[in-house]
């Protein structure tokens, strides 16, 4: 068994909570289930997630691969004092799905003091591999406290960008 790699316990139902009112929410996406070094979640295939073709769109997969890994790779971090962004997303899709959940789980490959690197495998109802993906996320510093009981929304992000250095190179945060 691995050691565990996250900051403090693991409420699935908190987490699911959290999100249901963003695009986790609108897609579906629940995550299910973790274990010491991996976060798993699962997403229908359905009118909300097929492109025009019938099949599960791309995009969806994409979103579902890094609602794992960025809810993980903030699991792994102080909250009090980091959060991570995402920075690059890839993905290559292996196979259609045309009804039922895809399935994703997130292990991380590297979990450093400013970055870390995440493994997303999504499979088809089958277990058949359909999607393979990789997210890299920055772990920021907090310049504020993250609100007791409270994630950390899209304006707090942003102010962290928002510094005199970063803006010599005209990196606008809005």
């Not at 609108?26 to 289930?33: D, K, R, Y």
């Amino acid at each position: 068994m691995s050691t565990p790699i996250w900051f403090s316990g693991v409420d699935l139902t908190v987490l699911n909570l959290r999100h249901e009112s963003d695009i986790n929410g609108h897609l579906g996406i629940e995550l299910t289930g973790y274990g010491p070094d991996w976060l798993e979640g699962r997403m229908p295939v359905d009118r909300r997630t097929r492109q025009p073709m019938g099949i599960l769109h791309g995009g969806a997969s994409v979103v579902l691969a890094e609602t794992l890994a960025s809810v993980a790779a903030n699991l792994c971090v102080d909250p009090a004092g980091f959060f991570c962004v995402g920075q690059e997303v890839n993905a290559n899709h292996l196979r259609s799905v045309i009804e039922g959940y895809v399935t994703g789980v997130a292990r991380a490959i590297h979990l450093g003091r400013t970055s870390q690197v995440w493994s997303i495998e999504i499979r088809d109802p089958a277990g058949r591999l359909t999607c393979v993906s990789r997210l890299t996320v920055a772990v920021v510093p907090r310049r504020h406290p993250a609100p007791a009981g409270q994630h950390q929304t899209a304006d707090h992000r942003t102010s962290a960008l928002a510094t005199p250095k970063n803006r010599s190179l005209n990196i606008n945060p809005r």
